[in-house]
């Protein structure tokens, strides 16, 4: 079962969008609408910002946002700040009952 | 307040064993698929594997079927991940985390653990 491909890098300046890929193939995102996206920061756990593709749990900002086209998930940021700055992992559910981390993405803020 | 709690750091030798825990609290231990998830020095999250304490229903990563066995206490609601055998190449932060039943993401973390094999 191989990891979910993503960019190793992105970077924006405070105030815009960033977007960062997640793909995967179907039996896993292209399969299934539960794809999670989590972010952390150097030395602290995994945190989740997105759920079954675009759901935001309570207390995550607005500025994050998911969305999911045939096996590729994408998460974007606008309003980009400098706390944004941290490791972000896409995670699917698959067809063997398993999840699946994505390769894992370091944002940096310009 | 949910909490997981994992044990502290280790350090071990080639061949030993280890079982490193997460304790959880402040929810009912029922009705929650616990899970563990690795993350080598500078590397990556990967995902171990998921059970479901209310029947023991566990599923492993094709990658760490064989290499590491997870349980349950659920009397005090803690969760286990061990090893039999261990390699230098499995030093590493472990996590564990939780997912709702029925639900497909994982909504808290423990602080992680972190395992070092050296001789």
């Known amino acids: 079962q191989s990891a979910l491909t993503q960019p190793a890098s992105v970077s924006g300046s405070p105030g815009q969008s960033i977007t960062i890929s997640c793909t995967g193939t179907s039996s896993d995102i292209g399969g299934y609408n539960f794809v999670s996206w989590y972010q952390q920061h150097p030395g602290k756990a995994p945190k989740l910002m997105i759920y079954?593709?675009?759901h935001r749990p309570s207390g995550i900002s607005d500025r994050f946002s998911g969305s999911k086209s045939g096996n590729t998930a994408s998460l974007t940021i606008s309003g980009l700040q400098t706390e944004d700055e941290a490791d972000y992992y896409c995670?699917?559910?698959?067809?063997?009952?398993?999840?699946?981390f994505g390769t894992g993405t370091k944002v940096t803020v310009l | 307040e949910v909490q997981l709690v994992q044990s502290g750091a280790e350090v071990k030798k080639p061949g030993e064993s280890l079982k490193i825990s997460c304790k959880h609290s402040?929810?009912?231990?029922?009705?929650?698929?616990i899970g563990w998830v690795r993350q080598m020095p500078g590397k990556g999250l990967e995902w171990i594997a998921i059970m479901y304490p209310d029947d023991s229903n566990t599923k492993y990563s094709p990658s760490f079927q064989g290499q590491v066995t997870i349980s349950a206490d659920m009397s005090i609601a803690t969760a286990y991940l061990q090893w039999s055998s261990l390699k230098a190449s499995d030093t590493a932060i472990y996590y564990c985390t939780r997912a709702t039943d029925g639900l497909f993401y994982f909504d808290f973390w423990g602080q992680g653990s972190q395992v070092t094999v050296s001789s």
């Open positions: 402040g929810y009912s231990f029922t009705n929650y698929w």
């Open positions: 079954d593709v675009s």
């Open positions: 995670n699917s559910f698959t067809s063997t009952t398993t999840y699946v």
